[in-house]
């Protein structure tokens, strides 16, 4: 894989994953001598996961130069401020995991101390009331996170210590992110566009066979349906759960995590949307997985994972139908999967992206994130030079992404264990569950005092711990001693206040329907907020 | 995951007493920081132990970071300069490769691509510019030159991120004087014994007969380390830096700035503050021919410097040479790690385990920089068989699989241990001649004429803004 132009990468699959890379792949390597050829077949299916995203997408985006207003009416995407958690830590609990972060530090130390300390004078009011992100969602409201209101005063350097002055409303907009809900296939094709556009070539055919060299075991070409033989000189694999290239033809092991994970299946069905979109994607526990609610601005998206063996196909299809608030769009789509990741998403010249590296649950919307961030690792680890050269880079790129996956892997493993759930089998053995290391030395450290594990690299950071921790019932023993000299009257009213203008706050914000109204309606110029690898924004 | 129960009554082990045992600059700041966090729900005493009084002496040289503990004390960085008792740096000089290492990355990101990237392409294509020619702060301290850094983020002044280079016994009284005006009680008298009942400190017994109890010790007496060796946990000598000795001389004067010079079998690092230069030799003495000069360093770090009740800081926890940066920085940055996670009772197992694992992810950074140093002098002295054997020595394959991976492409390695800012060791790896084999693609990719007149541009600026900058004298 000694590389430099020319050459030819061959993606082969054109769903969400292919596409991406492709698009990814034409916008930055412009230059003539690298030629880019997609291979899908009209007669295969596309999963089309990741119709809920997180922030990090509108970087991609923007990396790309691509229109948000253009990009939300071809995709008919709405906002997404979070996730609505519905019956996980107990069947009744619901809690709203925001792209944000909460309230205001005191005496740096995290605002969930001061809550904390609230919560034992006896102020019951849940976390989420002090993220501007979540309430605005529980308002079915929507507005641009950022400074661009005009009235809002400039930051004075002289209220370091005066926590009052940060809390003005106009500060409120500073403390959140968002992402969309999109319709996946139509992003697909709004990427194969923008593709073609940048000289990718589209082959249409089925791959029946991979040919490999045989000394080295790279993969040389690729022989399609038509007799047509490819050649090329780096694989992406962006075949889905086949993965022709990763599985079938390099046999890539692939780590099972479904003893920690072990929803298996999944059945998904549109609907018409009954009512205006909410602005944030609803997760709903049932007695054997969970079910996922997504709306789109021509139809809600739909879908229950289950672990078999607790639950039949037939029973899920009708739970989830019983379920739909609109009506039926299409037959049932099922799937079938096994939680976890090739322990080399990158092995001779083939990089498995999407659901071919791996899968995790789309819990936490995590599925579009994880080709993002293979995409992009993979452009910054891009082969080069000699194969010893490659072989580090490529050293580099598997350990990146093994990160990413464990990392979501035990925030998604904390749903299901963070639970006081009794009612069936099911939970039974997910309260009982063995946890990785990582995770279960994670929750002691929080339950001691509080502290969320610091580390930098992956995508869930302390805000979104502190959400499902909190959402699901796991609270310290004691908080952080810097928020004791308040005394109990003043902390009280101080978070009084701050909830109650957070509150007000939302209320003035336009509502979803009109924000997506009105924002689109201004397409002349790009209004939208500048994007971050990050999903609590750039601004907090 | 049954909820626990919050009390907001003190139970009867919280932590109420802390003892900072050493009086030094290490004690000093631990007690000012915990006093101003925690006073006065925690009382804080610390012990000045007699012997250590001659030991203050010298210069000591931080990062930038060090205006985050000034900030949460109350201090400013221009404060202890106005008072004459630090000086701002702004690069560490490398004689031997004429370079200046800055504290901020050289160079402007460019269409999203790390900058040293597209300095790599015009060395590739001849171009012989060194690369601190990109750092505005760099290209100060050659020409002495400074200016404070500005607060507005599009000034080019906005890069001038300074370190400091701190008079240690100015900056020790004020810092002390500091301590006691928040609360904390100073003792000064002699140690004698530490009594230890099951693998925890009972009790510091002075020679005055007063015996210090609390509910967490802080072990700040140095090398001496006698409370944290009480509960004998083990210290891990680095093999690297095996049969290193120091000789420290200062002078009352203060003319050179911070800089690193290589030597036969180490460095020499002279530091300058306000009316105090100090000079330190880190190097291998030959004792089998009767080199008797100098002071023998066990340098290595105390496996788990929290262990029961006692935890170390300062030298007492790790030492080791850090080139740019002296031990006064992992102090303030172990005592913000502590407050962190304070804990306020005394079941604190998770919180003790997790500060253990994150100062052992700052080692691992400290040893690849020191490691790194190593690797560079083998680069500067390729006929030295002395320096040559070394880095062959040291053993490390993470440090060598991340400038195996940065000499072949240019790409830094994402690692945990990040306790130095990245920028350093791309800056110093540049620096040191060490310019990646291949070219980043995305900058392949553009034309080269582009790369040039950006970079032309952007090395003219940096020189109109240095000339507007004030001469020092």
């Given at each position: 894989m000694a590389s430099s132009p020319p050459f030819h990468w061959i993606i082969v699959g054109g769903g969400t994953a292919g596409w991406m890379t492709a698009a990814a792949f034409s916008a930055r390597f412009g230059a003539p001598g690298w030629r880019i050829t997609l291979i899908e077949s009209d007669a295969v299916g596309t999963v089309g996961v990741g119709e809920a995203t997180v922030p990090h997408l509108r970087y991609f985006n923007e990396v790309l130069g691509i229109d948000e207003q253009e990009f939300m009416r071809a995709t008919q995407a709405t906002y997404k401020l979070g996730i609505e958690f519905i019956?996980?830590?107990?069947?009744?609990e619901r809690y709203i995991h925001p792209f944000g972060v909460y309230g205001e530090p005191h005496q740096n130390v995290g605002f969930f101390h001061s809550w904390l300390r609230a919560r034992a004078l006896g102020d019951t009011t849940p976390l989420e009331a002090y993220a501007p992100g979540a309430v605005l969602a529980r308002h079915q409201r929507f507005h641009y996170p950022g400074s661009s209101s005009p009235d809002s005063p400039s930051e004075n350097p002289s209220s370091f210590n005066n926590s009052s002055a940060s809390n003005k409303p106009s500060a409120f907009n500073r403390k959140y992110s968002y992402a969309f809900h999109m319709d996946a296939s139509r992003y697909a094709a709004f990427l194969r566009e923008y593709s073609e556009a940048r000289a990718v070539v589209r082959r249409e055919g089925k791959i029946v066979q991979v040919e490999r060299h045989p000394d080295s075991g790279d993969i040389s070409a690729v022989v399609l349906d038509t007799g047509e033989r490819i050649e090329g000189d780096g694989f992406i694999d962006c075949s889905g759960f086949r993965a022709l290239l990763s599985g079938d033809a390099l046999a890539t092991p692939y780590t099972d995590w479904s003893h920690w994970l072990p929803c298996d299946r999944a059945v998904a069905i549109p609907s018409t949307t009954k009512d205006t979109p909410r602005p944030y994607t609803r997760a709903f526990a049932h007695s054997a997985g969970w079910r996922w609610q997504i709306p789109l601005q021509h139809r809600t998206g739909n879908g229950l994972v289950y672990c078999s063996d607790y639950l039949s196909a037939e029973q899920a299809t009708a739970q989830l139908l019983e379920s739909i608030e609109g009506e039926p769009l299409a037959e049932p789509n099922h799937l079938r999967f096994t939680t976890g990741v090739r322990t080399e998403t990158w092995s001779h010249n083939s990089i498995a992206i999407g659901l071919s590296a791996g899968f995790l649950e789309p819990l936490e919307s995590t599925s579009i994130y994880l080709i993002q961030a293979a995409i992009m690792n993979l452009i910054e680890c891009f082969p080069r030079g000699s194969s010893s050269e490659v072989a580090l880079l490529r050293g580099e790129f598997n350990q990146r992404m093994k990160l990413e996956y464990e990392r979501v892997r035990d925030f998604l493993i904390l749903h299901y264990t963070a639970t006081r759930r009794d009612d069936s089998p099911f939970w039974q053995r997910m309260r009982r569950l063995e946890k990785p290391d990582s995770l279960e030395r994670k929750i002691a450290l929080f339950r001691e005092q509080g502290q969320v594990e610091d580390y930098?690299?992956?995508?869930?950071l302390e805000p979104s711990w502190l959400a499902v921790y909190q959402g699901q019932g796991i609270l310290p023993r004691r908080w952080h001693p810097s928020v004791d000299p308040t005394n109990d009257r003043a902390l009280l009213a101080s978070l009084q206040t701050l909830r109650t203008e957070i509150k007000q706050w939302a209320e003035q914000q336009p509502s979803h329907q009109k924000a997506l109204l009105d924002l689109g309606a201004q397409s002349d110029k790009a209004l939208w907020p500048p994007a971050a690898m990050s999903l609590y924004g750039v601004f907090s | 995951m049954i909820e626990s129960d919050l009390t907001s009554t003190a139970s009867?082990?919280?932590?109420t007493r802390i003892a900072v045992i050493g009086g030094g600059l290490t004690g000093w700041m631990t007690a000012a920081l915990l006093a101003q966090r925690l006073s006065p729900k925690v009382n804080i005493t610390l012990v000045e132990l007699e012997k250590e009084r001659d030991s203050i002496a010298g210069v000591e040289c931080t990062l930038p970071a060090i205006s985050g503990y000034h900030a949460q004390l109350g201090l400013s960085d221009s404060m202890l300069v106005r008072a004459d008792i630090a000086r701002p740096t702004l690069a560490v000089h490398y004689p031997d490769a004429d370079y200046y290492l800055a504290f901020e990355a050289p160079g402007f990101t460019l269409d999203r691509v790390p900058f040293h990237h597209y300095a790599q392409r015009l060395y590739q294509n001849g171009e012989s510019t060194p690369f601190d020619a990109y750092s505005l702060a760099a290209q100060a301290a050659r020409q002495n030159r400074y200016h404070p850094k500005s607060d507005n983020p599009t000034s080019l002044f906005a890069t001038l991120n300074a370190g400091l280079q701190l008079n240690v016994e100015g900056y020790t009284n004020a810092i002390a004087n500091l301590a006691k005006n928040r609360g904390v009680q100073a003792i000064a008298n002699e140690l004698v014994s530490v009594s230890v009942h099951q693998n925890q400190i009972q009790g510091i017994n002075l020679a005055s007969g007063q015996v210090i109890s609390a509910d967490l010790f802080i072990d700040a007496t140095g090398t001496s380390a006698c409370v944290i060796d009480a509960l004998k946990v083990p210290y891990e000598p680095l093999q690297s830096a095996s049969g290193l000795t120091r000789v420290t001389e200062s002078a009352q004067n203060s003319t050179l700035n911070h800089r690193i010079e290589l030597t036969d079998t180490g460095w020499v690092i002279r530091r300058s503050a306000p009316g105090v230069t100090a000079t330190r030799r880190i190097e291998q003495r030959d004792r089998e021919a009767g080199d008797r000069t100098g002071t023998e360093m066990v340098m290595g770090r105390r496996l788990e410097p929290w262990t029961g009740n006692v935890i170390a800081v300062g030298e007492a926890a790790a030492m080791l040479e850090g080139f740019v940066t002296d031990p006064l920085h992992w102090v303030q940055s172990a005592i913000i790690r502590l407050l962190e996670a304070f804990p306020s009772a005394t079941d604190w197992e998770s919180t003790r385990k997790e500060y253990n694992r994150r100062t052992e992810l700052e080692w691992q950074s400290r040893q690849n920089f020191f490691e790194l140093h190593c690797y560079l002098a083998s680069l500067q002295k390729p006929d030295s068989h002395y320096w040559q054997n070394l880095w062959q020595s040291v053993d490390n394959p993470e440090l060598k699989r991340q400038l195996a991976l940065f000499k072949a492409s240019g790409v830094t390695a994402t690692s945990e241990a990040r306790a130095l800012p990245e920028c350093l060791w791309v800056s110093l790896l540049l620096g040191h001649g060490l310019w990646p084999e291949t070219c980043d693609p995305l900058v392949s990719a553009k034309p080269l004429p582009w790369i040039e007149e950006q970079l032309t541009r952007m090395r003219d600026l940096i020189g109109r803004a240095t000339m507007a900058m004030k001469k020092l004298q």
């Open positions: 019956d996980w830590g107990q069947q009744g930098t690299l992956g995508m869930f | 009867p082990n919280s932590v």
